[in-house]
Nanobody, 128 residues
Framework: QVRLVESGGGSAQSGGSLRLSCAAS????????MAWFRQAPGKEREGVGA????????FYADSVKGRFTISQDKAKNTVYLQMDSLKPEDTAMYSC?????????????????????WGRGTQVTVSS
């Protein structure tokens, strides 16, 4: 089992920044990707981005590319989502997920398939 706990959510002004953390614990040996997802009220869940925990490669949705950065601290088993230049449309519940992904391709964005472990989420609210 893998346990994921997010933290760092809150409120920010448009143009501001927030950093989310996702602390993982448990049997991580088969996990090779950790991802961030978000879901706003009335909207479908959206993959924000992911990181290959083995080589550090990152993947981002077009909606956040250039504004959000995913990083990891392997010693702490923690993945971060640095969110800059925030917009009101970034308002959502943000969740992290972990899984074993067999293959990715250029332009790949996590969709949820293959991510077996999920955190409970942390709310991000951006005001204009």
């Amino acid at each position: 089992q893998v346990r994921l706990v997010e933290s760092g959510g809150g409120s920010a002004q448009s143009g501001g920044s927030l950093r989310l953390s996702c602390a993982a614990s448990g049997k991580m040996n088969r996990i090779n990707y950790m991802a961030w997802f978000r879901q706003a009220p009335g909207k479908e869940r959206e993959g924000v981005g992911a990181i290959n925990t083995r080589d550090g490669a990152t993947f981002y949705a077009d909606s956040v590319k250039g504004r959000f950065t995913i990083s990891q601290d392997k010693a702490k088993n923690t993945v971060y989502l640095q969110m800059d230049s925030l917009k009101p449309e970034d308002t959502a519940m943000y969740s992290c997920a972990a899984g074993q992904i067999d293959a990715v391709y250029e332009g790949w964005v996590p969709r949820g398939v293959g991510f077996d472990y999920w955190g409970r989420g942390t709310q991000v609210t951006v005001s204009s």
